[in-house]
């Protein structure tokens, strides 16, 4: 259980912050920068959830929300694979899986594509295009964060699937790709 009693608590005033283990690094370290990435992309699909009509869709953003912050606290816990006591959160195999069986569901609806989509259409469909590219770059802080330490490996395979769904599901918000703004090379 987490209790936030004050949420200044000045220890990060000289350019460091604590990690899941308890241990101090810079706010410059890359599995800082990775945790900002996946933080932002949260935000992103906050205001999603606020441009979202559809009930369904909106529980399904909001259960991501709910898994960017356990992938949070993934990367945010050194990982060592030896170790059979981990006591942190971690995204597994299942967790891309669901991703996987949503992409499938939201995609046998779709439209088939003729063009690159160009982001935009509806503001719903625009913002998660936002999330999508954000979720990218988290993705990569991730993957840059793995050529120097030890993390799970599923946290960047569950954002690369993740900008997948942000994807479809932008598409499905602009009319289930009918509405999709297309790229004409060279216009």
């Known amino acids: 259980m987490v209790i936030l009693n004050r949420i200044y608590t000045r220890t990060g005033d000289s350019g ?8 101090r690094v810079s706010k410059l370290d890359a599995r800082i920068v990775a945790g900002g990435s996946v933080d932002e992309t949260n935000s992103h699909l ?22 960017l912050f356990d992938l949070g606290a993934d990367i945010s816990c050194p990982w060592d694979p030896r170790t059979k006591q981990d006591r942190c959160l971690r995204m597994t195999a299942t ?13 046998e609806r779709l439209s088939p594509l003729k063009s690159f989509v160009l982001p935009g259409g509806t503001p719903l469909a625009a913002v998660l295009h936002v999330a999508r590219s954000v979720c990218r770059r988290a ?25 997948d769904l942000m994807f479809v599901l932008a598409r499905a918000a602009n009319n289930d790709g009918v509405d999709d703004v297309l790229w004409v090379p060279g216009t």
């Open 46 to 67: 906050g205001i999603a959830i606020t441009l979202c009509p559809n009930p369904t869709a909106k529980t399904a953003l909001q259960q991501i929300q709910q898994r």
């Open 16 to 23: 460091e912050t604590g990690i899941g283990d308890g241990s």
């Open 139 to 163: 993705e990569l802080d991730v993957l840059t964060l793995l050529q120097t330490t030890d993390v799970n490996p599923q946290a960047a395979i569950y954002l690369n699937r993740l900008s």
């Open 95 to 107: 967790h891309v899986a669901e991703l996987e069986a949503e992409l499938d569901r939201v995609t």
